[in-house]
């Protein structure tokens, strides 16, 4: 029987983003506005959480910062803040955080701020702290394990959007990218498509999902790739505008 998505993703998360954190419980769903709350908002979101969570145990969930995935084989725990420097700035104020992938065979780097880390582990030290690409990841591998062909897989959010590329299980491309557009997204994806010399008749394009406010996403690659797919699209679409609506819906 093929994995669920609910086998993969958890059912209740605290997303959080550089700007809020979305809360998704099966029957709950809002965003919270950082500037929204006051200037020390740590009383505040507690008593927000305490509101939507009946349990003490909810994923933690980062999208704030970007993830670098550096492969086993080449991991040095003793360099980890140069491997991701090079691809990524941590900021200030953020500590490098280190999580294997659920195959054991890449480690992933990604910084969570101190503030966050500190609040979270206080509040809810119960709770599960995870990178939301390390979930993608474990998603794509698990559904590409059983297929020789090349597979795409796109996973679309505001303002970014991340690429994973595999074959019978093993990655061998990942990234992620702004976006603000649909013109922008196209450039990106159909520059990776041609700098890895992938042709449209040996690989299959997967989104991750489908939602309304994406249809025109949809509609541009369908214009040049035939063998379009949707991997867990979902009628139950949020009516919020979520900021990673394939996280909020399962």
């Known amino acids: 029987m093929p994995t669920t998505k609910s086998q993969l993703l958890p059912n209740e998360s ?3 983003f550089l700007d809020g954190f979305c809360f998704c419980t099966p029957t709950h769903k809002a965003f919270i ?3 929204d709350l006051p200037n020390t908002p740590e009383s505040a979101l507690e008593n927000k959480i305490k509101e939507a969570f009946a349990s003490d145990q909810p994923a933690l969930i980062y999208f704030d910062q970007p993830a670098q995935f550096v492969p086993q084989t080449l991991f040095d ?10 691809y990524h700035r941590i900021p200030k104020g953020y500590a490098l955080q280190d999580a ?11 910084p969570v701020a101190n503030q966050w880390a500190d609040f979270f582990g206080k509040t809810l030290p ?6 939301y690409q390390h979930l993608l990841y474990t998603l794509a591998q698990t559904h590409s394990e059983s297929v020789a062909k090349k597979q ?3 996973h679309l959010q505001h303002g970014f959007f991340e690429l994973f590329l595999f074959e019978a299980g093993q990655l061998l491309f990942t990234n992620r990218f702004a976006q603000d557009k649909v013109d922008t ?7 990776v498509v041609e700098t890895l010399a992938l042709d449209q008749q040996n690989f299959d394009l997967l989104f991750l999902g489908k939602y309304s406010r994406f249809e025109a996403y949809y509609q541009g690659v369908a214009n040049f790739h035939e063998n379009l797919q949707y991997l ?3 009628d139950n679409e949020p009516a919020l505008a979520l900021p990673a609506p394939f996280f909020s819906t399962l």
Do not use: G, M
């Open 14 to 16: 605290i997303q959080v």
């Open 33 to 35: 506005v950082l500037s």
């Open 77 to 86: 725990q003793r360099h980890s803040e140069n491997y991701y420097k090079h």
């Open 100 to 110: 294997k992938t659920t195959d054991q065979k890449h480690h992933l780097l990604y």
């Open 126 to 131: 119960n709770a599960t702290p995870q990178h």
């Open 152 to 154: 795409l897989y796109i």
């Open 185 to 191: 997204f196209l450039y990106f994806l159909f520059y």
């Open 232 to 234: 867990y699209p979902n």
